[in-house]
């Protein structure tokens, strides 16, 4: 019997697997393990379902010249293959003809292994990840107000102590199901849920408050709400005076955010807001806790850092950050999407959450790595402006792929598929043949979940322990041992160890000093204590749960309010195109449907269009029938989901299958790069 | 040119209310703010404010120190140089500079004329003293002076957000032997009905007196109006329409009588005049700049008669039509902002869509552009009075499209209709009668044995039905096991199982 966590989300619920047998895994209930108590979602309980799967990939295929086909190879060629050709593309183009992207799902050891593969091995600065696509937001506006991004700055279930939680573009209940329990918990207890979403989800039902703006204006309604929070007096200036710096400009910045012009411009109806505002306020006011969590819903925007930002703002002028059962937090959506932004596969950072323009961050980094700091590359593109680029002039010419699929993930993504078809080597590492892969000059079968060992950091920053419970099948290698092999193909400086264990005692070494420091935790202490929580700077130091209780970790210590304004989405429906589509999840999915997809307890429905009946009615469509929802940049083909849980001027596509992403906008956050998934302009014919 | 600040730009903005205030905020954010030199000349005494929310100053949702946009140090931070009580003599166009009442001499390269609207006086005898001053009793309500003056004769002075003291007496700025109990509002329009709630919140008694036939008829049929005076009744307030103030005479106590053309004398401490204001062109009249009812531009916002001149917010004309609302003048502050900073971009001006939302307690009203107009254009007019619950609403549809709109007492669809006008977003025949009518409630039935129940584990009614307990539900099944969520739903399916054998 093993101990570990799920494969897919964020919450990285405890499970453990027993074997069945000599090859089958079963998941049992971990009830101990604190984040999920024993709860599962169907993903979970159904996560073995990948093994043994007909799709596997066991050899590394290499396309044949002669007929265009993926052949099976060896290892050593498909290596000798890359390395080859990676040294002579370089040496026509420079270091950058190579580029690297990495995901959110990868382990820290694999994270931070592909950085240094990049910066060391290669020597490229063009190394970035999906995690752009995640909570960049959110990370880029916890840097700025609170000096440091860890999506919850306190353990998940702090959520049962708030007296209200407001929900920004979350379906928690759908996204991470035993989440949920908190919910219903802190309910029980007589608290009070808020859900803010285009769309009535499963989540919003479980609400005692729903708000159903247009898609992309969370940022106004949170100016809103901050308008009403200072003109009922509502403001704790004591907090404000002594823990934050910036709110006289942010105050006379919400003055023109009265409630009849948020109305219009978020389609909230006035008596929604002043009655959120109300609560809010006496909540404040009555000594209790506000607690604002964001997810893709506010982040996946043009302006999202910005949004962030000001909900943020609320947060701080209610005198909530720093309270515990209080404050704001991030629900960061990958598996690994807060490990995985720490440890430098980030085109800006190096291990520990250190930037890589800091001479210091250099310093310490190359020492661990046994580099010069003058041999590490500067900062690189960001993820789609890096995809944009390849094949282009300046762009890389190679690109190695590790834990995403590109062409189903990425937004506008019949551009980022042609920029693929241009490139001279396409690299895929990954356990099955996903639509990424397909397109590969070189495919590298690798181990998955339950076949390897590594750590995860969950939403709540805490760092836990995947473990090893089956040997992988003949023919597939660790990513690690993958990177390795590279490396030494490469003639590369440094260590690039296979071992898990040792890189993260490396990684630990690296993140010394860092903004997010692993350096006193340990693969045993993780066993011991349920995960540690970073920062843990030291062997004796007890982790840090929660952050913020007396300083913030800016330079003076408090916490920055930043000015905002609403710019609005992109693209705003027009004439031709007359609705909103924004885009999301369903429950028995995940992410681009690689692994679930292929798991047969999980229902494969393919993508569908939801829509309010009176738009049906207006096009002509009924429940069920095919439609065509169409872009500026593409057009999907999918039944329709008659519902009327959605606002009518919006369409909801998830985007668990190909054809969502080729109709969502690239316009990117000017500071996290993050697109705008969340909302373009669409229109809707039978 | 000569006479440039350090090279730069010289732009004069003659105001300092909200579309002054946005053209500099965009003025200062923008690139070329460099090479620009702002003066701001405001007439009040006050650091630019939210003109709009003085309504709810005096209703009492908003301190007065809550409104104010960007203050003082603001500007002087940005290189702005705000001048406040400068009051504008004239402009003299030859010389390219505007000259102060106290005969400052302020030149520009260009010059923005933001001068809003001025309150008109109603024609009504006793309203002027012998000295050409108001009768005391009397009160305008366009700026933040006549906000407090009012405020201090109905015995409120506020000081900050959620610090709001009661004055009595001399306590105050303004010096009230009694605090006044009694209002009439004259003007029936949007300004008035805020006013006269809010000093209803106040605790007075508010009488409002309308010469037209109906209240807000610049903007709604009758049968809006005819729900609005029902609801204002029901609130405590008594309205006169088809009635005009002519007299105003001084009665004991220092309450005065205000006699209408109806015959009515109504005594009361209060008149607070709202009935509508023009733009205020006196200063461009003076330069001998195209004016009609409003400063005449063209789609760059430039003055007709000289393009080194503009005009921007209420006391601009474009296309034949003023505004009064801060949405268009917000527009057309961007855009002059992106004109001054970019002469040759190809930003112009083409109309705005505006929404009027009454903002007041206990009044639900939206008018979205002018149903009035739209309708005698010849729109089609979906309309659904309920005068048991007192709302009426009305769409006026062009092709499809919503292009005004009234909405009294219900506003439940307001977020989706105005999203319709503002995206002019083409609807079925059917839809606009639809966004009127509620949403029908689905009767309860029997679930279904396909009903999902646990969406975690996938699981329908029929299997839960088909389990004996909740061990077997969660051993088999795997419903409850995930969120949680359908616990209760589960427990209600395993109790309403037909017993299998008959209990003794």
């Known amino acids: 019997m093993t101990a570990t966590h799920c494969p897919y989300c964020s919450l990285q619920c405890g499970m453990t697997l027993v074997r069945e047998g000599r090859a089958a895994l079963a998941v049992q209930a971990w009830p101990e393990f604190p984040v999920n108590e024993g709860a599962l979602c169907r993903k979970g309980w159904s996560a073995a379902g990948l093994r043994g799967s007909r799709e596997r990939l066991t050899s590394p295929l290499v ?79 916890g840097n700025q107000a609170f000096g440091i991004d860890r999506g919850l700055p306190f353990p998940l279930a702090d959520l049962e102590r708030a007296d209200v939680v407001v929900l920004v573009g979350s379906n928690l209940a ?106 809010l306020g006496s909540s404040a006011r009555a000594s209790g806790k506000v607690l604002v969590l964001t997810a893709r819903g506010a982040e996946q925007h043009s302006q999202g850092t910005d949004t962030v930002l000001a909900w943020i703002n609320l947060t701080l002028a209610l005198g909530m950050p720093g309270r515990e059962g209080a404050g704001y937090g991030c629900l960061t959506g990958q598996g690994n999407g807060q490990g995985g932004r720490e440890h430098g596969q980030k085109a800006d950072q190096l291990p520990g959450y250190r930037m890589i323009d800091d001479p210091a961050a250099r310093e310490h980094v190359a020492r661990v790595w046994g580099v010069p700091a003058t041999s590490l590359p500067g900062k690189g593109r960001s993820a789609y402006e890096l995809l944009d680029s390849l094949g282009t002039d300046g762009g890389a010419k190679a690109l190695l792929v590790f834990g995403s699929n590109i062409v189903v993930s990425a937004p506008n993504a019949t551009q980022v598929t042609s920029r693929l078809e241009s490139l001279d080597l396409l690299v895929v590492a990954d356990i099955v043949m996903s639509e990424t892969a397909a397109m590969a000059d070189v495919v590298l079968p690798v181990t998955q979940w339950a076949e390897e060992t590594g750590t995860m950091t969950n939403l709540e920053g805490r760092v836990i322990l995947r473990q090893q419970a089956v040997t992988p099948p003949d023919g597939v290698r660790s990513d690690l041992e993958v990177m390795a092999g590279l490396a030494s193909r490469l003639g590369s400086a440094g260590v690039f160890s296979e071992v898990p264990e040792e890189v993260f005692a490396e990684l630990a070494l690296a993140s010394a000093g860092g903004r997010a420091d692993y350096a006193g935790i340990t693969y045993d202490r993780i066993r011991a204590e349920h995960g540690v929580f970073w920062p843990c700077p030291t062997a004796d130091h007890p982790g840090t749960p929660r952050l913020f209780a007396s300083s913030f970790a800016t330079a003076d210590g408090r916490a920055r309010c930043v000015a905002v304004e609403h710019r609005g989405a992109a693209e705003v429906p027009c004439e031709d195109f007359p609705v909103h589509l924004t885009t999301g999840r369903v429950l028995a999915q995940y992410q681009s449907g690689a692994q679930t997809r292929r798991i047969k307890d999980l229902p494969d429905t393919g993508p569908f269009v939801e829509m309010h009946p009176m738009l049906a009615d207006r096009i002509g469509a009924h429940d069920g029938d095919l439609v065509v929802v169409a872009t500026r940049r593409g057009e999907l083909k999918a039944p ?15 985007f668990h299958w190909v054809g969502a992403n080729r109709l969502t906008n690239d316009a990117l956050d000017p500071s996290s790069r993050m697109p705008e998934f969340k909302v373009c302009a669409a229109a809707v014919r039978t | 040119m000569n006479g440039r600040v350090g090279g730069r730009r010289r732009i004069v903005v003659v105001g300092s209310g909200m579309a002054a205030t946005r053209l500099v905020e965009e003025l200062v954010a923008s690139p070329a703010a460099t090479d620009l030199h702002l003066t701001v000349l405001g007439d009040e005494d006050h650091a630019p404010y939210n003109r709009i929310l003085l309504s709810a100053v005096l209703e009492g949702t908003h301190g007065l120190d809550t409104i104010t946009l960007r203050s003082a140090q603001w500007h002087a931070e940005h290189g702005v140089d705000l001048r406040l009580g400068a009051r504008v003599l004239g402009v003299d166009r030859e010389r390219r500079d505007v000259v102060l009442v106290d005969g400052t001499v302020v030149p520009y390269d260009r010059l923005v004329l933001a001068t809003g ?57 303004h010096p009230v032997v009694r605090p006044a109990q009694r209002a009439v509002v004259v003007g029936g329009g949007l300004l008035g009905l805020q006013v006269a709630r809010a000093l209803s919140v106040r605790g007075l008694d508010v009488e409002i007196v309308e010469g037209g036939e109906h209240l807000l008829r610049s903007q709604v049929g009758s049968p809006a109006g005819q729900v609005l005076a029902r609801d204002l009744r029901r609130l405590g307030t008594t309205v006169y329409t088809g ?148 709302s009426h609403r009305k769409l006026v549809v062009s092709d499809g499209v919503i292009v005004a709109a009234t909405l009294v007492g219900d506003l439940s669809r ?91």
Not at chain 2, 143 to 153: G, I, P
Not at chain 2, 464 to 486: F, N
């Open chain 1, 63 to 141: 396309r044949d010249r002669e007929t265009g086909e993926l052949r099976t190879a060896s290892w050593d060629e498909a290596l000798d293959l890359v390395s080859s050709k990676v040294r002579s593309l370089q040496a026509s183009y420079g270091a950058d003809a190579v580029a690297v992207f990495g995901g959110g799902g990868l382990t820290n050891e694999k994270a931070y292994q592909l950085g240094k593969l990049a910066r060391v091995a290669l020597g490229t600065s063009q190394i970035d990840y999906n995690g752009r696509w995640c909570m960049s937001s959110a990370a880029s506006a």
């Open chain 2, 117 to 173: 609207s001025i309150p008109s006086l109603p024609p009504i005898r006793g309203l002027v003293r012998l000295d050409g001053r108001l009768h005391e009793a009397v009160h305008a309500f366009r700026s933040l002076d006549d906000c407090r003056r009012l405020m201090a004769a109905i015995g409120v002075e506020v000081h900050n957000a959620g610090d709001e003291v009661t004055a009595v007496g001399d306590q105050t700025a």
């Open chain 2, 414 to 504: 307001i977020g989706l209709i105005t999203q319709y006008f503002d995206r002019g977003t083409r609807l079925s025949g059917t839809e606009p009668a639809a966004l009127l009518m509620g949403d029908r409630l689905a009767p309860p039935s029997r679930l279904a044995d396909d009903a999902e129940i646990c969406a975690c584990a996938g699981v329908s009614a029929g299997r839960i039905r088909a389990c004996a307990s909740l061990d077997e539900v969660r051993a088999t099944t795997r419903a409850t096991t995930g969120c949680g969520g359908c616990s209760s739903s589960v427990a209600q399916l395993l109790a309403d199982r037909p017993a299998l054998t008959p209990s003794s």
């Open chain 1, 640 to 654: 329709a989901r008659v519902v009327s849980t959605i606002r009518p001027d919006t369409v909801f596509v998830p």
């Open chain 2, 243 to 390: 009635a005009r103030a002519v007299r105003m005479s001084d009665t004991a106590g220092g309450a005065v009588g205000l006699r209408l053309d109806n015959g009515y004398t109504l005594d009361t401490d209060l008149v607070v005049l709202t009935a509508g204001g023009r733009p205020s062109t006196a200063l461009a009249r003076g330069a001998d700049l195209e004016v009609r009812r409003g400063i005449v531009v063209d789609d760059h916002l430039a003055s007709v008669t000289d393009p080194d001149v503009f005009a921007i917010g209420d006391c601009a004309e474009h296309g034949g039509r003023t505004t009064g609302f801060v949405g268009p003048a917000w527009e057309q502050a961007s855009l002059l902002a992106q004109r001054l900073t970019d002469p040759d971009g190809d930003a112009t001006y083409t109309g705005s869509r505006s929404v009027a939302r009454l903002r007041a307690t206990g009044l639900d009203v939206a008018v979205l552009g002018d149903p009035e107009r739209a309708t005698a254009d010849g729109g089609d007019v979906v309309e659904v009075t309920n005068p048991v619950v007192g």
């Open chain 1, 174 to 279: 759908e996204t991470m199901p035993p989440a949920a329990r908190h919910l219903d918990r802190l309910r029980a207890r007589g608290g009070h849920v808020v859900v803010i979403d285009p769309r009535r989800t499963t989540t919003a039902d479980r609400a005692d408050t729903f708000l159903q703006p247009v898609p992309g204006t969370d940022l106004a309604l949170a100016l809103g709400l901050l308008h009403l929070v200072v003109a009922a007096g509502d403001v704790d200036e004591d907090y404000v005076a002594a823990r934050t710096t910036g709110f006289d400009d942010v105050r006379r910045s919400v003055a023109v955010w009265w409630p009849e012009r948020v109305e219009r411009v978020t389609g909230v109806p006035v008596a929604e807001l002043q009655a959120l505002a109300a609560l």
